[in-house]
């Protein structure tokens, strides 16, 4: 039996909330732009379908519609504060201005409790943040709830299993959404929770052993989460027809590249290609200070050494990648705006033109906390699963001016001691990613009498869901002193210590 939400997105911050919550429902679901028709919908064959928010206003001449033929599915929906406003519409309803705009928390008070509000209590606490409402009802819809400023705060269609609420449900500051989408999947849709990470991985062997065929597959390995697992799932399906391509460009943390060899060679028996082009990319970023500049050349540089391995190695024709959900969301989104700009900076490159290699992405529709999980049925090592992200031009971005030898070997012993010190506090797996920048900054110090005039290192940790925004990591004053004091003695060249308190936005989580 088939599960499956369709999430349309009509430009919402939260539209990647939603099919998270979906998802620890236990049902599948994947978010598509306002432009899908109904026949492809119907094609699809959702058990429910999903009308996300947004920042439009219907009240403007060029506000997103959807095609009004998905109305006459007869699917259930569930339109979420601009989706149930167009919902309103559709059917005749009257959406405008409200006199009163709830933004934050609100107080919803429950009148039917019959489905989408099942045992839940008659008041509970929802987030609001509409400028509009529905302030005449569609013929033939009932009001579920309301809330202080808004008469109609939740309404629906039975009979076609429509339903609408002005809130999000999606949010953490709405304490019951979960519930409340639980209840739109199990007691409307009649889902019943099939999709898991083992069936996920049953469906993915099989559909890997179809693509493949007798062919072989390279995948460019990185030792990150991503890669790791991607790695380990390949290897499930596929096998000795997996080779793995590690290429180690010199800008790695501390024996990470030997870490790598052991755990994919050594204990996973892969076919391991390790290919060390440490001085070819130094070579390469002698004296380039522009960062761009930089990660232009470790991903030139990056494509031409996986290329040359990849064609020494016979039978290929597949290219693997750890592509995840959020940027295949983000490429076809019609919302995209400039983020992909943004992100293009932990990324080492695209893909080989010339390779002529068919793709597979056996992650493509996963988000980064299901692939741990992924990473946990599978078996993976822990310290894979729960690493912090890592760029893809590795320590070259978190160098801030020119990159030698000797500013990686101060960069790294630095990285190491922080990362140690904040194990050693039991903070890592609290911590969605920490690590140390070394600043094109000298300043002058004392050291036994002596005057010093050495580097500056920047300490960096965040906190975040997903790694799209971030607060600065609230460290312990004690944690933070005992770092900056074993960096200044531990570490030669350094002799100051800052703490970077900015959060994303208006920064980004690296420096370059």
């Not at 236990?26 to 094609?43: F, G, H, K």
């Not at 293009?344 to 010339?354: E, T, W």
Request: aromatic share 8%; charged share 25%; proline share 4%.
């Amino acid at each position: 039996m088939k599960e499956f939400i369709a999430i349309i997105d009509f430009g919402s911050q939260y539209s990647q909330l939603i099919a998270r919550r979906i998802r620890e429902c236990n049902v599948y679901c994947e978010i598509y732009p306002p432009q899908i028709n109904a026949d492809r919908l119907r094609a699809l064959s959702p058990s429910g379908i999903i009308f996300s928010g947004g920042p439009s206003s219907l009240t403007q001449k060029n506000a997103p519609r959807c095609d009004k033929n998905i109305f006459k599915l007869r699917i259930p929906i569930l339109g979420i504060c601009y989706g149930m406003q167009l919902t309103a519409q559709y059917f005749g309803g009257c959406v405008g201005k409200a006199t009163a705009r709830e933004y934050g928390k609100t107080e919803l008070y429950i009148q039917d409790k019959k489905d989408l509000f099942a045992k839940l209590d008659t008041k509970i606490i929802t987030w609001m943040s509409h400028g509009d409402k529905v302030i005449k009802l569609p013929k033939d819809f009932k009001v579920l709830a309301y809330s202080r400023n808004c008469r109609i705060a939740c309404f629906a269609n039975r009979k076609l299993k429509i339903y609408g609420v002005q809130f999000h449900p999606e949010v953490v500051h709405t304490p019951e959404g979960k519930n409340i989408i639980k209840n739109f999947l199990y007691n409307i849709c009649g889902c019943h929770g099939l999709w898991t990470m083992k069936s996920f991985i049953k469906d993915a062997v099989k559909q890997l052993h179809y693509n493949v065929g007798k062919s072989s597959l390279v995948l460019g390995l990185s030792g990150g989460v991503d890669s790791s697992v991607c790695a380990v799932l390949l290897h499930k399906a596929l096998k000795k027809k997996l080779h793995c391509i590690f290429v180690d460009n010199g800008l790695l943390r501390i024996k990470e590249s030997q870490h790598v060899r052991d755990t994919f060679q050594k204990h996973y028996h892969m076919n391991f290609h390790y290919i060390n082009a440490q001085n070819l990319f130094l070579k390469q970023l002698k004296g380039v200070i522009d960062p761009e500049k930089k990660r232009k050349i470790i991903g030139r540089l990056f494509i031409r050494v996986f290329e040359q391995e990849a064609k020494r190695i016979r039978n290929i024709k597949f290219l693997a990648q750890g592509t995840l959900y959020p940027d295949v969301i983000e490429s076809r989104s019609v919302f995209g705006g400039p983020s992909a700009k943004i992100k293009s900076h932990h990324n080492v490159g695209g893909l080989p033109k010339k390779m002529h290699l068919k793709l597979i992405e056996p992650l493509k529709y996963l988000f980064k906390d299901e692939v741990r999980i992924l990473g946990r049925e599978l078996k993976l090592p822990n310290e894979f699963i729960q690493r912090h992200p890592f760029p893809g031009p590795g320590l070259a971005v978190r160098i801030v001016g020119a990159v030698t030898k000797k500013r990686l070997e101060i960069l790294r012993r630095a990285d190491v001691l922080l990362i140690e010190e904040i194990r050693n506090q039991g903070l890592y797996n609290k911590i969605w990613q920490a690590f140390t920048v070394l600043l094109p900054v000298k300043s002058v110090g004392v050291m036994g009498d002596e005057r010093t005039y050495e580097n500056t290192v920047a300490l960096r940790a965040v906190t975040s869901v997903d790694g799209m925004t971030a607060d600065w990591a609230k460290l312990p004053p004690d944690l933070l002193g005992k770092v900056s004091n074993r960096i200044i003695n531990e570490v030669k060249g350094v002799n100051r210590v800052v703490y970077d308190i900015s959060s994303k936005p208006p920064a980004t989580i690296e420096w370059e």
